[in-house]
């Protein structure tokens, strides 16, 4: 890229980094020692403020720079993230929200200690969360390395290696100091950026094909090099037997995993009642929906107007095609008005990832400050929640860093897929688990939340995702033994039954007072916090 380029698009990222520091600094001179203040911000958001932080932590660089890259390099079996993405928020809505809301404080443990035997339940919970939770990190470094790279003429790893660790600098400052008041104001900030940008650039596209989506597809099938397969399923998953289980593995990790991802689950607590977090989780899907119908349309466009050769030669998992078609429609590399659009495109892109690693590094930070800590600390010197929970923020920020430089080529949105199948696997199935079945016990509890994640983090440790082709995180060695990238379609059934099994193996009677209780409570709000 040339000087104006950087120059332009460092002063805006510049200028977002300081606009959110100020909000942090703003925000951390208010009272916010209490872990109420701390982990929920007071509960005092309204449901459309927490419908834009909502969508703010869920529209992250998978769905803004990886949906549109797989899109553009895909065609159709791209198409696949965005429809689950949304798709998802419907078991959000209709199993999760208001029931998660009235029987939590701030994490998904609190919702499983709510009936079951409290320390076990919140030491699986909280470390199945963080785990979760660096995955998901790992997507967010990854893409904020690809977009740099690009950004300074794809320097090499150093740029990429800097760019990781100023990243992962700014998001536990933005945590330990602000906590969630501060996080939940910086992702509101990003999501108005972020849905403008997405307009304007989708307007440009269609005003490039004179309004006709119809022309556009045509356009994109004869650039991509595939013609008409391009526009039909079968391009990513449809070759041999592994690639379409793929295929289900990954649709039924997208469909389930939001339901159980921490950083999703924390946000409902924000709201003062039950009511408001159904009414927030209305409002975030009218916006996702917008959006993610908007980047199909900058995916077929950034084959159509810049072209996978193009988009491959520049990241070769298609990261960098939203900045790249963002160049062209400004009208090129050399003219003012594309240097100004691919300036702005990438600083709402790089905001877009600096808020949603704020927003994943609480959750986890809490998990490990709220359950683990204080499931642990009859063996450890007392200290303060809130404490613990800023010096967690700095670890799990540094492991975050590690596995992005790592994992600096993969594809984002595929990196969150993983994500998404270790929260199905775990988080998902104790959840419903708690909240609906009235024999459930704490073996059950057990045996999901390990039943789920220790076959997903094995079967992704034993795929062509860490080693055995090219494209693997370790490319020289072989061990792979699973032949799906995705654990989902496996692990998910596995959770579901080792909680099942474990349940009607247990030798305890489940406390059918406390599931009454607990059912009162998460169906009328009675009691909640």
Not at 81 to 95: P, S
Not at 248 to 272: K, Q, W
Not at 418 to 446: H, I, K
């Amino acid at each position: 890229m040339t000087g104006p380029h950087q120059t332009l698009a460092l002063v805006l990222f510049s200028a977002f980094v300081a606009v959110t520091l100020a909000i942090t600094t703003w925000v951390s001179r208010k009272r916010h020692g209490s872990a109420e203040e701390f982990y929920a911000g007071g509960r005092l958001f309204t449901p459309l403020e927490n419908g834009f932080a909502i969508a703010g932590d869920y529209m992250s660089a998978a769905s803004f720079l990886g949906v549109a890259g797989v899109i553009s390099l895909f065609g159709y079996d791209g198409l696949l993230y965005a429809v689950g993405f949304l798709v998802a928020w419907l078991v959000v809505l209709f199993l999760v929200a208001e029931l998660v809301r009235n029987c939590g404080r701030f994490t998904l443990a609190d919702v499983l200690a709510a009936r079951m035997s409290e320390r076990p339940v919140r030491i699986a919970a909280g470390t199945s969360s963080v785990i979760v939770s660096v995955f998901y990190l790992v997507a967010q470094m990854v893409g904020a390395g690809s977009l740099v790279a690009l950004l300074l003429g794809r320097t090499g790893a150093a740029a990429q290696a800097w760019t990781v660790i100023g990243v992962g600098a700014l998001m536990v400052i933005y945590v330990s100091l602000g906590g969630m008041r501060a996080t939940t104001w910086i992702q509101i900030v990003k999501a108005v950026l972020l849905l403008g940008g997405t307009v304007v650039l989708t307007v440009l596209v269609m005003i490039r094909f004179h309004g006709d989506f119809n022309r556009l597809l045509l356009s994109a099938a004869a650039r991509s090099g595939h013609g008409d397969a391009f526009l039909a399923p079968g391009l990513k998953y449809g070759g041999d037997w592994t690639e379409r289980f793929d295929f289900i593995s990954l649709g039924l990790a997208l469909v389930l995993g939001t339901a159980g991802l921490p950083h999703i689950l924390s946000r409902f607590y924000t709201v003062p009642t039950a009511r408001a977090a159904r009414r927030s989780v209305v409002w975030s899907i009218a916006l996702i929906g917008g959006f993610y119908l908007m980047t199909i349309v900058l995916g077929f466009g950034a084959t159509a107007i810049v072209g996978p050769q193009a988009v491959r030669e520049s990241n070769a998992a298609g990261n960098t095609a939203v900045p790249l078609l963002a160049l062209d429609l400004g009208g090129g590399a050399d003219s003012t008005g594309g240097t100004v659009l691919f300036a702005v495109v990438a600083a709402v892109a790089f905001a877009t990832i600096l808020a949603v690693v704020a927003g994943i590094t609480l959750a986890s930070s809490a998990s490990v400050a709220h359950d683990l800590y204080a499931s642990l600390r009859r063996r450890t010197k007392p200290r303060s929640e809130v404490a613990v929970a800023r010096v967690a923020a700095v670890g799990i920020g540094l492991v975050a860093i590690a596995l992005g430089l790592l994992a600096k080529d993969l594809n984002v949105a595929f990196l969150v897929g993983l994500a998404f199948a270790v929260a199905a696997s775990a988080n998902l199935p104790v959840l419903l688990y708690s909240l609906f079945w009235r024999g459930f016990t704490t073996r059950g509890a057990l045996w999901s939340v390990y039943g789920g994640l220790v076959p997903a983090l094995v079967l992704v440790a034993l795929s062509p995702v860490v080693s055995g082709t090219p494209e693997s995180l370790f490319p020289g060695l072989d061990f792979q033994y699973f032949p799906l990238e995705n654990p989902g379609l496996v692990s998910i059934p596995l959770g579901f039954f080792a909680g099942w099994l474990g349940t009607v193996t247990s030798a305890e009677a489940p406390d059918e007072a406390r599931h009454a209780e607990t059912e009162v409570r998460s169906l009328t709000g009675a009691g909640a916090v």
